[in-house]
């Protein structure tokens, strides 16, 4: 077994074949030793098809194979017995006192339950969400959020030394058009007749924050609308008007440009983090990219690219060149203006992880930022790191639906379902819950009513309420639950029995397979299921009975089944409630 107080059955079985492996295989070291659960009872607690890998390179019979690892199976005490199934299957057995004493593992590691040592402290860092700053978060950076948040749990009870970073996008044009717009808004609220461009952020946010500008400061930053407009002939709301809207506008206030851009920058970083909060999505780190400038890291990045011939010009700009790498095309770097790219300062921020002696890197990314991947790695790689070392976790956008019509998200013009208001209208449990449903790179179309609804087809209220029946029962019974973690387990013998112990021995290995995955989905899934068989034990059996032994033997594996619930909801950032 592993060095963890709980059994680990498919590591101890692992380690058992691994002496006997080396001598057969010698070559094949690394050979990744798998057992599978089986569809149907009668072929096992766990399958393993590792005689059919083996029999190729080794010129025998797989079954041959299966009975040589079968041998060094049998030293296992957890094993009643062994079969060698079809064309080399090996089909294994728990004992049944195995599994009736498995409660008991539970109810002594409690919170710690589940928790591996895959890990092994190694230092990871997961960042994820990461909006722009430029307006309340809406609800596709929210399943970002849920699903990065319960990633980093999951990987912190693999026994990972978790970072959680957020990346803030404070040095780019998003946050001058944002400035830009406030400051309109601002010329507004004292009686100036200004054009607001359509293609500049419309939200009531932007609003608000022109009225706490002219609270605190009246006409100080008024000047002239004419000439804002100065030099702008066109009257179509370009992008490249609202640019020159924007160099207008710095070289107007001067100075007191800084204080509008730093204003709306706290103001919605400020709201951002008091939402994110409030999800239960904390972090560790929150990163500035204008201190990858100001530290001279991105002209660094750029310089070093261009020693090592990375680096080409044309046009006057300066290429990466990230086809070299499997890019689609090569990227720009330094335009010909002399200004960075975001690309090179994503290029200097992922240095600085790796500089910051993370072993792995994890970003957590919106599907659409699927062909940024190679170029990204490619520039890692170029600038002589493993490109390996940095995993893309996609995210994919969630559309909700209410009343069954789709709901209308676009930032910029400020007609969008905030974060905020999916949270007030289903609670934050059914939003982390909804949110992690699905694989992340799969679509995910959010149900508002369902999730609202107190129904069996509701996962988080089927789930929950699994945990209020169990702590009712615990409730009934009145006595101190303490004890059971000593209760003899052995008359739990019902099929219904068996196949819960069976379940809640699964958990472990579950929360290694997510963290390894990188799939909390797995652990959503784990405990709609755990439940459903909860749900019919308790509809089917009676657990204050008479007989004492059996009593607290079915008071020991509900209160197993609680402790397990409690853990998983605990990784997806949802609440366990004892009273619904």
Request: charged residues 20%; proline residues 4%.
């Amino acid at each position: 077994m592993n060095s963890s107080l709980q059994p680990n059955f498919k590591y101890h079985f692992a380690e058992l074949l691994r002496p006997i492996l080396s001598g057969m295989a010698p070559s094949s070291p690394d050979i990744e030793i798998e057992f599978s659960r089986p569809k149907q009872a009668s072929h096992g607690d766990y399958s393993c098809n590792l005689a059919m890998q083996l029999a190729k390179p080794l010129r025998r019979s797989p079954r041959d194979v299966a009975a040589s690892l079968v041998e060094a199976l049998s030293a296992s005490p957890y094993l009643e017995k062994i079969e060698i199934a079809g064309a080399g299957f090996i089909n294994l057995f728990l004992t049944t006192s195995v599994k009736q004493q498995f409660p008991r593992h539970v109810l002594r590691a409690g919170e710690t339950f589940g928790h591996g040592n895959i890990g092994a402290g190694k230092k990871i860092q997961v960042e994820y969400v990461s909006a722009n700053p430029t307006g309340p978060l809406h609800v596709g950076h929210g399943r970002g959020a849920a699903f990065g948040a319960s990633l980093a749990n999951v990987l912190a009870a693999a026994s990972y030394s978790v970072a959680r970073e957020y990346y803030v996008n404070d040095a780019g044009r998003q946050m001058d058009i944002l400035a830009l717009s406030t400051w309109l808004r601002y010329l507004e609220l004292n009686s100036l007749a200004i054009h607001f461009p359509g293609n500049a952020y419309q939200g009531e946010y932007v609003r608000d924050m022109a009225r706490l500008i002219h609270k605190a400061h009246a006409g100080r930053y008024i000047h002239a609308p004419a000439l804002l407009y100065e030099g702008i002939s066109s009257e179509e709301d370009s992008e490249e008007m609202l640019d020159a809207l924007i160099a207008n506008a710095k070289k107007l206030l001067g100075q007191d440009y800084a204080y509008i851009h730093n204003f709306v920058l706290t103001e919605q970083l400020g709201d951002c983090s008091n939402d994110l909060l409030e999800f239960g999505v904390v972090f560790d780190t929150w990163f500035s990219e204008q201190s990858l400038f100001d530290s001279g890291a991105v002209a660094n990045v750029v310089q070093v690219l261009e020693q090592g011939n990375y680096l080409y010009e044309q046009d006057g700009a300066k290429w990466f060149r990230s086809a070299d790498f499997g890019d689609e095309k090569d990227r720009v770097v330094q335009r010909e203006n002399g200004q960075f790219t975001y690309f090179a300062s994503d290029i200097a921020y992922h240095l600085n992880k790796f500089q910051r002696g993370f072993e792995r890197v994890i970003d957590v990314w919106g599907a659409d930022h699927h062909g940024y991947i190679a170029r990204v790695k490619g520039a890692l790689q170029a600038m002589a790191f493993d490109p390996s070392k940095l995993e893309i976790a996609l995210v994919q956008f969630a559309v909700l639906y209410r009343d069954g019509k789709k709901a209308p998200m676009s930032t910029r013009a400020g007609e969008f379902v905030t974060l905020r208001e999916l949270r007030q209208e289903v609670g934050n449990d059914a939003a982390r819950f909804f949110y992690v449903l699905r694989k992340s790179d799969q679509h995910l179309d959010f149900d508002l009513d369902l999730a609202k609804s107190q129904s069996n087809d509701n996962p988080v209220y089927y789930v929950q309420y699994a945990h209020a029946r169990v702590c009712s029962v615990l409730e009934q019974w009145g006595e101190d639950t303490a004890m059971l973690a000593g209760a003899d387990m052995s008359p739990l013998a019902s099929v219904v029995e068996l196949s819960l112990l069976q379940k809640l021995i699964d958990y472990p290995e579950m929360v290694e397979a997510a963290a390894r995955e990188l799939s909390p989905h797995l652990i959503a899934f784990y405990l709609r299921e755990l439940a459903g068989e909860f749900h019919s034990y308790y509809n089917s059996t009676r657990f204050l009975v008479p007989d004492i032994p059996l009593r607290l033997a079915r008071l020991g594996l509900v209160a197993a089944v609680r402790q397990v619930l409690s853990n998983g909801l605990k990784l997806l950032g949802v609440s366990a409630p004892a009273k619904m």
